[in-house]
């Protein structure tokens, strides 16, 4: 039963992507391409400005301009335990081409520290290259903690969680070329590799917590080739436009490429952006969706590596959930958001939004839903990239938290 209700949400969502590539392209690229006028709108460069009179230069044309820096230094609660610590966001934002057929690249360094034994330096990439010929993906991470975990399905055995110890390096590469427009084939590398695993409790190991064998002993090691389809009328990852985003990723993780033991996974994830005021495309009035489902194939795949809340590529999804909080063989995720400008010139905004997650494990995939529900203000914090500083609340049954980012959730 739950295999057969994996499959079903798997052919639905395959034929989400496939109607909404139906769509006239021509009606997509004019929606793509165009270029909004940000002189009207107002930014935190453009606050700075004013309150320390500082005399812009004479206006010049930007055609030589390429990279736009927003940076965010705050002291926040890091998902999964651990407390606060200092996290600094700095996101670099480029024109590797024409800006009428290539779409921003974008480079996100975000390292954090909690002034004790938990940080993290990860490094993820989205490169297009002129005319969108070719997209060049990149997520590189050197990640020390602990970390709490619940094991395994909706309804955990035991509610008290157990807090992991571990290192974690990650380097995922894929590099893909366009083949229609709007839609990109091709193949990666990942490696996921965990070491100096264990319980912080001596008296309970990792597996006798879980009940559960692969990936729960002092190290996981996982490398393998990734299979990957994308389609994306967006031409703005940071702060999207009306348009969609579908992308699927087949994982196989062989023992002669090192794995430790030999399995296999599916990621497919899509959004769709509507705008509800199409007439000022320079004011945000938009409506987001994001559904993914992520599972794997086999029996043997590693504790650590098994679909889990908030360990989506991107670390975005579950707000208002603790990171690992569930964790299964099959995890199904929706969310919503709504957002608004608030003042007329951009500088100031809100979202509203909602999530549900429900994952395999204990019980059947689909007989236990998680959701959560929160809030978030938007600062215009660079109008040129349309980078926004975000800063939302989020709860559900017994956690709540803030979170501070740069750039849009999904």
Known sequence: ???????????????????????????IATEQTVQTDTSAQKDLIDVAKSLFK?????????????IYFSILPVSSNIPGGSGRALVTSTTAAMYL??????NLSSVTFTPYWNLG?????PLRSTIWLPDNKWVIQGDTRFLVYPQYTWGLGSKALKPAPTLVDYKYIRFYQSALKQVRPYFFVGLGYSLDYRFNIKSEDPNVSLKQYTNYEYGTGNNSFSSGITFNLLYDTRNNSINPLPGMYGNLVYRVNPKFLGSN??????????????????????QQNTLAFWTYLWATLGNKTPYLD???IGWDPANRSGRGIDQNR???????????????????NGLLGFVVFA???TVSGSNTMFSSWKPAVGTGLRVKFNKSSNTNIGVDYGTSKGYNSFTFSLGEAF
């Open 54 to 66: 500082i005399k812009p230069k004479k206006i010049k044309e930007e055609r030589g301009k390429k």
């Open 306 to 308: 098994l679909p889990s």
């Open 117 to 121: 034994n938990r940080f993290g330096l």
């Open 261 to 282: 033991d030999s399995w296999s996974s599916l990621y497919l994830d899509v959004r769709k952006y509507i705008s509800m005021n199409p007439s000022k495309p320079d």
């Open 355 to 357: 999530n549900v997650n």
């Open 1 to 27: 039963m739950q295999r057969l209700s994996v499959k079903t949400s798997l052919f639905f969502l395959l034929l989400f992507p496939c109607g909404l590539y139906a769509q006239n392209v021509s009606n």
């Open 97 to 102: 081409g024409p800006r009428k057929t290539t």
């Open 326 to 344: 569930y964790r299964g063989r099959s995890l199904f995720y929706l969310e919503s958001e709504y957002r608004r400008d608030i003042t007329n």
